[in-house]
DNA sequence: CCGTTAACCTGAGAGC
DNA sequence: TGCTCTCAGGTTAACG
């Protein structure tokens, strides 16, 4: 589900309604997530408060002090809510309304406040990180995110000597660059103008920075928007976001190009069993 | 080292 | 109505 934006959406939520509480209880119905969650998580976590929430790519980072953290990763389908008493707040795509809380797998009881994680595929985790070391190890894996100015023509221009993979799948490597998901990708390029097949060793210096000043400002302004809600994407408190009223290719398969003057049509590919949409008069 | 594929999961929607 | 099949915003082990 989630990229850099529909995460920096929740995190900033839940900056505003879980930092600083308390940890009071924790249920967990179901430890077996990506990774399963370790035996011990209620009671590591019991009493603890939020000092801060972070956000390090698709990454939220709960920030309890003294370099211990909770790292917590969405996955495809992974959401958090705060249950309301006065409106239903989770009826996302893939919960069935008889059983909407089949998939509340973890219960995070604070003081007034209750954080559900709800995952129907799994695909999501939470990790505890109890010093400095680990914490800097564990994002060692990654490259810069598409937002920090790490991410410029320089480092790019490095990363492509001598390789053959085509541009989408690069953007989509987070040890390349981290934040971009499918979405954001088919966006980019196309605001870029760049086939997403092109092998980035053969790309232009003018082309490179395209997608790096179009990487920006696409996700900055998809953060702007709330994120994009094509299926399940909802905010903490239960709202969606309206990017996908942006998009100019996915999802727009036989659409007509939203350039004006284009007579173009999006077309619908697989690159990499991800679905790929390209104008192909605007993208060459 | 590099690039690609399969696998991890559940559920909605399409097609028959 | 119901069955089967495909697809989904992510990541990564395993393979050639």
Redesign the pocket.
Known sequence: ???LP?VEVVTRSLKKTVKNRKIIKIIVNNR?L?FKLQKNFKQILKNKIVKDIKRK???IIFDFGNHFYTIL?????GTLHIPSKKKVTNLS?????N?PK??NHVIIFFDKINLVYND????GYFKVIKNKHDFDNYFT??GPEALDKEFNLKYLKNKIK?????IK?FL???KIV?G????YANEILYKSQISPMRS??KLSSTELYKIIKFSRTTLKEAIKFG???????KSVSGGG?NFQTKFNV?NRENQRCTKSKCKGIIK?S?I????TFICNLCQI
């Open positions: 589900m989630p990229e529909e077996n990506r790519s698709k990454y990763h969405l996955g495809m389908s795509f893939y919960n069935n309304p059983m089949k998939h129907p595929r799994r695909f894996r990654i001598y390789r053959k993979k085509n799948n989509l490597d987070q981290s971009i998901g499918n979405i980035v060793g994120g994009s809600s094509i299926k399940d994407f976001g996915y619908k697989y990499s069993n991800r679905s």
